[in-house]
Every structure is written in structure tokens, then in C-alpha cells.
């Protein structure tokens, strides 16, 4: 199965709207940290935002924040106002905490395009 | 304090040789992993390195991938006898801990093509 699974190859949005990146993800682990990294055409993975499975409020950082729902195991990613530079591809990651492996999973990616 | 390095940026090599990629963590940290991202996919998680040691390399081929973390110096990715396929970006991330909350941090990444 699926550890982390993004559902949008591709997404349009409007320079200065705002834009939700879907994730779900599936773990039997209690402790997990769920990650969003950006990379841009020039190859580098940048992190954006982190939300840990115990954190009560959703994490936020500058434009971008995390609509986290535990119960239905979804992590999605809002960025507000786009900009131009925010085209990217966007991966969502895991990693399992207590008892699973260290390494981060990574979905496969949703490609953004800003337009103007 | 850098961050985590890698070299080189890009590498060619003809069908049959070898590829040596390095990876210098970020000062303080002792967890390497290294992930391969093909063309238009997510990064998948290869091998998972402490200092002397591998702790996971359920990732990895089985024939001719090879990883090491010497006590000094930085963590290696040898692939012998490169083939077509090999052609990716190779990745490598340190974290000081191995918490979930503990973020990884990404060097720039070593593009191989093979020819």
C-alpha cells in the first residue's frame, strides 16, 4: 500500500489566489512527522512546513500552512496568494517515528503552475 | 554552518564504469540517507547511514550499489558497472536525530546520466 499518496499530477492557480496540494498518507505508527518540500525547475528540495501527529494546532509558516486531519489521515498543503516563484513540483513526505523506518516516504509530487 | 554538500553536481559516465557520489552532512549531524529520484517521480529512499555503520538499506539494489559513513570524511554512494537505467538525480539528506519531527535537511543533489 501507499505510504503517501498525492491524487493531483498537476495544478493551475491565478497569481494571488490560494491553492490546496492534497495528501494522504497511511501509518499504524502513533508518532509520525509529516513534511512538505518544494522543488523548483533548478532541482533543489527546499523544506517548507513540518506537522508533527501530536501537534494540536495546524502548523503554519509565512504563505504557505497545513490543513491536517488526523482522523481521515490527510495533510494537505495551502499556500495563500501565490506568487510566480512558487511554480514548482511539491512532495509531501512522512516519516514514522517509534517503531518504523527513519528515512522520509515521499509521494510522487504535484506539479504547481502559477499563472499570471 | 554549510549546508549539505554534495559533489558533484553533475556526472557522466559511459555504460560499465563507475559512479562515486559524495555526501557531506551537515556539521553535527551523524544520519546520512540517500534517495534516487527518476525523471518526473518522487525521491525513493535508497540507504539509511550512521557514522561506520548502515542501518537500513532495504532500498538499494542488491548488485553494484554500494554505500559507506567513514568515521572521517564524507558518506560515499559507489554504483559499479553503471547501466542506462542508473540515469537520475541522487540525493542525499543528514538530520541530527532520528525523531519523526526531525527534518531532514536535502544537499542539491548529483545528476548521473549515463551514456
Known amino acids: 500500500a501507499q505510504k503517501i499518496t498525492q491524487t493531483q499530477p498537476g495544478m493551475f492557480v491565478q497569481e494571488k489566489e490560494a491553492v490546496t496540494l492534497d495528501c494522504t498518507y497511511d501509518t499504524s505508527d502513533p508518532s509520525y512527522g509529516l513534511f512538505w518540500y518544494k522543488q523548483p525547475s533548478s532541482g533543489e528540495m527546499i523544506f517548507l512546513i513540518y506537522q508533527g501527529s501530536y501537534d494540536q494546532q495546524n502548523a503554519t509558516e509565512g504563505r504557505y500552512s497545513l490543513n491536517f486531519q488526523k482522523a481521515r489521515k490527510s495533510a494537505n498543503l495551502v499556500i495563500s496568494a501565490s506568487q510566480l516563484g512558487d511554480s514548482a513540483m511539491y512532495f509531501c513526505?512522512?516519516?514514522?517515528?517509534?517503531?518504523?523506518?527513519?528515512?522520509?516516504?515521499f509521494g510522487s509530487g504535484t506539479r504547481l503552475q502559477v499563472q499570471p | 554552518n554549510a549546508g549539505v554538500m554534495q559533489n558533484p553536481r553533475h556526472l557522466v559516465r559511459r555504460r560499465g564504469q563507475e559512479a562515486r557520489l559524495r555526501c557531506s552532512p551537515m556539521?553535527?549531524?551523524?544520519?546520512v540517507y540517500w534517495y534516487r529520484q527518476l525523471p518526473e517521480e518522487g525521491l525513493k529512499f535508497m540507504v539509511y547511514l550512521q557514522k561506520e555503520n548502515i542501518i537500513d538499506e532495504s532500498g538499494m539494489p542488491k548488485e553494484r550499489f554500494s554505500a559507506e559513513f567513514p568515521k572521517e570524511g564524507p558518506s560515499i554512494l559507489r554504483i559499479q558497472q553503471v547501466v542506462r537505467g542508473d540515469s537520475a538525480a541522487y540525493f542525499c539528506a543528514s538530520s541530527p536525530a532520528t525523531g519523526a519531527d526531525t527534518e531532514a535537511f536535502f544537499g542539491q543533489g548529483t545528476r548521473l546520466t549515463v551514456v
Open positions: 513526505a512522512m516519516r514514522e517515528g517509534d517503531t518504523g523506518r527513519r528515512a522520509l516516504t
Open positions: 556539521k553535527g549531524h551523524s544520519h
